[in-house]
């Protein structure tokens, strides 16, 4: 590892203004960025460890119904607090469906947003990729790019971003509150990850040196808890990154769909919202004819980045799945499997 | 020597072999107190760090030593110019246990992962850094990381010395002559061993006195490979090995990393401790090399095999020797007038391939139950059934009986335990409750019963205990208990009167914790060592007027828990310790060889032998696998502890699980990088993978393989278990997946 100045601020402004210098880094429970320094992939002249910064590890229940959660929470922390697994729950699955459970109660809120891909190539230093080092190629273009994107993606770079968190989140309408310098800002997380484009090291609107210091998702976004899922598909049962998944709540009046929210993970540099399949639902009869158009819309732009073709209709049916369990009715319990396809599925008639 | 604490008070009925005990070294490492090699720190220990090739094949050209010397922290760095001098070349192959290696002998790079160069510090963190700031250049040139890169040859012969073909009847003819033929091409990927416990070495130099601590499956071996690499006599090394945290022949033969740390403590005249980060156990220790097989089966029109031909193309490194023998399971498995092995590989730059747990059996074993089973569906028979319709009664290729074979037992038992029966001949036929689309499928597992060569001293002391020492090797599978209950009844003691020795390179040569002959071997020179200290005790007590034993020669003595009786009359003995006190002695000492009987050998054909059934469930829509229900039942002669080898059956069915739907190395073909060289994403099953295990013991007598009647347990359980899965897979769902492991996107084709 090489060296680096490791402070630890005592307030959220002295995080910030310890940041401001450039080369610094946050750190918190460091299961991504640590590992990033031992591989020689990021090598940051600055640590700022927010393990002291007070005010960033509630779990606040707002006036609107909605609720505000502190950079610093704990993923296993989160998905197992009553009141927000009750009102939240796909946040909740998608949350223990990720990673391992020792993983879970390290890894924070603000370090899930803004965890780095799992493409190979970025994390070895002998590849090129235009992420690590703008301008320098992307190995994964020609290579072992089965997992990669199928959508958003550019030419400078294919990669998705692999976060389960961060898929319900943005289908129910997250907002990122942000620290700088400069005062705070909010930014919807719809808009917060950036599409590689031309600039591919530019993952998220953060400026350098700004801080994420909460989480919110709004009071309506807790209508859909009735009708609400994640489904995660992956290469073993458990302890793996998605190869697709996708989120699905509907808010069902008179038997019929009058909003739904939906999103796919693993298919592109940004947890993937589609509004377009979301207008598809509203007003329709919950169904496997409709879900399929929407999943049909959700998927229009999709194309193959490399030997990953059969992602795209992957995609279509995870996202016909979710819609379907979502329509049977959020379980009283989490499965012990969560998110998981061998989840049983009481009651519901998944298969014809 | 490790303290091990006796576990808790065990009820024992008769002999100690055969009992359920738990590991004695259990208490020890759930408690953190087992010592593992990395675990020593010796006063002025530095530490060393790899600098590893990222290319796969060239030279180096430059390292940028300034940087790295200049690290806080650095005492040395050591290149091919500064490496001290060693007494062989790391090029000259010797043997076939014999591996190169890459000890700095030039700027040549052979794969990916290699080492370049060696930083040694103060810590850890500076050793580490100081190896990044070399940033080697290189000259790099073309690579091959594929079968069917370059042209493929004949190799002079697979895994270790057995011929690259093996042609028993007219295969062409017998498929000529048959009734149905199946041809199929599987294929299977490079495997990683990925032990727990990395590759480590804490090496300290006195003059030419070398003392190591590193995990070893063969002690005496690798005391040779490092007295003759170094120019010292044998018994000026010294290694200490008590446990390993897994070796899965990995650690068979020393790597070449383990003696980079050696050559590091001897540069800077300090103990050095060097250990394998996770990604470079991906080069220099050794890989399952990939493989693309052909299966040609003819059938009569009573589903009789009448021809077998199983083609395996393979690879090896482009400078060094092993090619998986995975045409070896054809030889005895099933029957057929005609069954032929061919083999031909390529050269890769790539580490080279070696051993790894069940080498050639588990590649070969789910390549051929996947045709067999191809060929039983297209006779539109149950696949059990087809198994016992081909059953060998005789090795097939050798014509030799088997020393014993209880294979019907395993599957009638197995079939029994699964539910079998009633299973539905066609794929795609049943559901669970929730849609999900299941499978059944069998596979029958198979190795061979090997012994290598070891030896064991025995000891009696004057307090009545006994001492048993041999330098075998305890990788995790519990070889400290089962050698100590062989150990306690060779001296017809009870086990806590006796302090059992192992994992040191001064103990008696134990050969190698390989070919699932461990138990077998160092077993039988444990029995030997006891039976022969018994031997001599009787001998002091019969020919001595003041013992009751006196005259009781034609009768004989025999042992019974710490006492010599007579056999014709037991109620007149006397204890061990009455017959040495009265001799004078301290101790009486006895010793014993293990080794394979060549005349039962030439006789018989020896094998352990299983069945395995699983179950799988297939989400339709998705393709996500999950294996849901494995049942093994196994015949390897004579358990010396049930629960031990129940766990290695787990172990090796949750492997065959491995096999067929998870494990493989994900190969850059441009540079041969291995692209999920970690624990993350080079996927083995996690406990979510595996609910439901169950393994049978199923009775065997086997009179001919050893007087103890031991096969082995270690290798077998992947056999048949990864074959079973795939079938599993194909009943599930229809699709006849020949190319491992499987992957989601083939399953998707019919929703
Ligand atoms: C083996 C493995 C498997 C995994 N599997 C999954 C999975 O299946 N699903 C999944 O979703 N995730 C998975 N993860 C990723 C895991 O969720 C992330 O590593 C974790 O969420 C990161 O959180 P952290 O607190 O450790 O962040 P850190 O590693 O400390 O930081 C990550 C990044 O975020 C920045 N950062 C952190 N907090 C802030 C802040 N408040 N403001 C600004 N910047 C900040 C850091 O500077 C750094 O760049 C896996 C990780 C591993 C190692
Ligand atoms: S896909 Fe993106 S992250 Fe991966 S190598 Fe290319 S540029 Fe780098």
Known sequence: MNRFDYVRPATVAEAVAAAAQPGSAYLAAGTNLLDLMKGGVMRPARLVDLARVPGLDAIEALPDGGVRIGARVRNSDLAYDPGFARRFPAVAEALLSGASAQLRNAATVGGNLLQRTRCAYFYDPASACNKREAGAGCDAREGENRLHAVLGWSEQCIATHPSDFCVPLVALGAVVEIEGQAGRREVPLEEFHRLPGTTPERESVLAPGELIVAVRLPGEAAGFAGHARYVKLRERTSYAFAVVSATAGLRLEDGAIAEARLALGGVAAKPWRVPEAEAVLRGARPGAEAFRRAAEAALAEARPSGDNAFKIELARRILVRALTLAAAGTPERLPALPASPHAPHPGVSLHG | ?751
């Open chain 2, 1 to 751: 020597m490790a303290e091990l604490a006796s576990s808790a008070a065990h009820v024992r009925h008769g002999s100690s072999i055969g009992q359920p005990l738990t590991r004695r070294d259990g208490q020890l490492k759930v408690t953190g107190g087992a010592r593992y090699a990395a675990d020593n720190h010796p006063p002025g220990m530095l530490h060393a760090a790899l600098a590893v090739s990222s290319v796969a094949r060239g030279r180096v050209t430059g390292l940028d030593l300034e940087a790295a010397r200049a690290h806080p922290g650095v005492v040395a760095v050591m290149t091919p110019e500064n490496r001290p001098a060693l007494a062989q070349d790391p090029n000259d192959k010797s043997g076939p246990f014999v591996f190169r290696m890459e000890l700095l002998q030039d700027d040549t790079v052979r794969y990916v992962g290699q080492p370049v160069a060696v930083v040694i510090a103060e810590t850890l963190e500076a050793a580490t850094e100081g190896a990044a700031l070399l940033a080697p250049r290189y000259a790099a040139e073309p690579v091959s990381t594929g079968l069917e890169d370059g042209e493929a040859f004949v190799p002079p012969a697979v895994g270790v010395g057995a011929p690259a073909e093996v042609r028993h009847g007219d295969v062409e003819a017998g498929l000529a002559a048959a009734a149905r033929r199946v041809e199929a091409v599987y294929e299977t990927p490079a495997q990683y061993h990925n032990a727990m416990e990395p590759h480590a070495v804490v090496a300290a130099w006195e003059g030419d006195r070398l003392s190591i601590d590193t995990p070893s499956q063969g002690l005496v071996m690798a005391v040779g490979r490092v007295a003759g690499l170094f120019g010292i006599p044998p018994e000026n090394v010294e290694i200490r090995s008590p446990f390993l945290g897994g070796g899965f022949g990995s650690k068979g033969a020393i790597s070449g990393p383990q003696v980079l740390g050696i050559l590091a403590a001897k540069l800077v005249g300090r103990p050095v401790k060097l250990v394998l980060k996770r990604d470079q156990m991906y080069g220099p220790v050794g890989h399952r090399a990939p493989t693309r097989q052909t299966l040609r089966l003819g059938v009569d029109g009573e589903g009789a095999l009448t021809a077998l031909h199983h083609h395996v193309r393979t690879a090896s490194s482009r400078y060094d020797d092993f090619f998986e023998p995975s045409g070896s399971v054809s030889h005895t498995l099933y029957a057929s007038p005609a069954i032929a092995t061919t083999s031909d590989a390529v050269r890769l730059d790539s580490g080279t391939p070696i051993f790894m747990r069940a080498p050639g059996e588990a590649s070969g074993s789910i390549a051929l139950e996947g045709a067999i089973d191809e060929m039983a569906a297209a006779c539109g028979m149950d696949p059990l059934e087809f198994r016992l319709r081909n059953y060998a009664e005789v090795e097939p290729t050798s014509g030799k009986p088997f020393s014993s074979k209880a294979l019907r037992e395993c599957y009638a038992q197995g079939a029994e335990r699964f539910g079998w029966s009633g299973r539905p001949l066609a794929p795609r036929q049943m559901r669970d409750e929730d849609g999900l689309l299941v499978g059944w499928g069998v596979g029958t597992a198979t190795f061979p019963a090997l012994m290598m060569h070891g030896q064991a001293r025995a000891v009696l002391r004057r307090d009545g205990s006994g001492l048993v020492e041999t330098g075998a090797h305890d990788m995790g599978q519990g070889a400290w208990t089962a050698f100590a209950q062989i150990a306690a009844d060779s001296l017809a003691l009870p086990i806590d009167q006796l302090e059992f020795r192992a994992g040191h390179s001064g103990l008696p040569d134990a050969g190698i914790a390989g070919g699932s002959a461990h138990t077998a071997t160092a077993g039988m020179a444990i029995h030997g060592a006891g039976a022969d200290v018994i031997a001599r005790l009787a001998e002091l007590a019969m020919t001595d007027q003041r013992s009751p034993l006196f005259g009781a020669g034609n009768a004989g003595v025999v042992a019974r828990e710490g006492r010599l009786v007579r056999r014709d009359d037991e109620s007149r003995g006397e204890s061990y310790a009455e017959i040495l006190a009265r001799a004078g002695l301290d101790e009486i000492e006895g010793r014993g060889t293990g080794a394979m009987d060549q005349a039962a050998q030439e006789h018989y054909a020896m094998h352990a032998h299983g069945a395995v059934f699983a179950e799988v469930k297939v989400d339709p829509e998705l393709g996500q696998i999950r294996a849901t229900r494995l049942v093994g039942a196994f015949a390897a002669g004579r358990i010396i502890n049930p629960r031990l080898v129940r766990s290695q059956y787990y172990g090796g069915m949750i492997w065959g699980v491995s096999f067929a739907l998870h494990e493989a190395a994900v190969v850059d073909r441009r540079t041969g990088r291995v692209m999920n060289a970690n624990l993350g994403e080079y996927h083995v099953p996690v406990n979510a993978d595996v609910p439901s295990l169950e393994a049978i013991l199923v009775d065997e007598v086997d009179p001919h393989v050893n007087a103890l009647g031991i096969k082995g347990v270690g290798e077998i359980g992947i056999t048949g278990s990864a074959g079973a899965v795939a079938n599993a897979v194909w009943h599930a769902t229809g699709v006849r997946v020949r190319r491992f492991p499987i992957a989601i996107e083939e399953l998707l084709g019919q929703p």
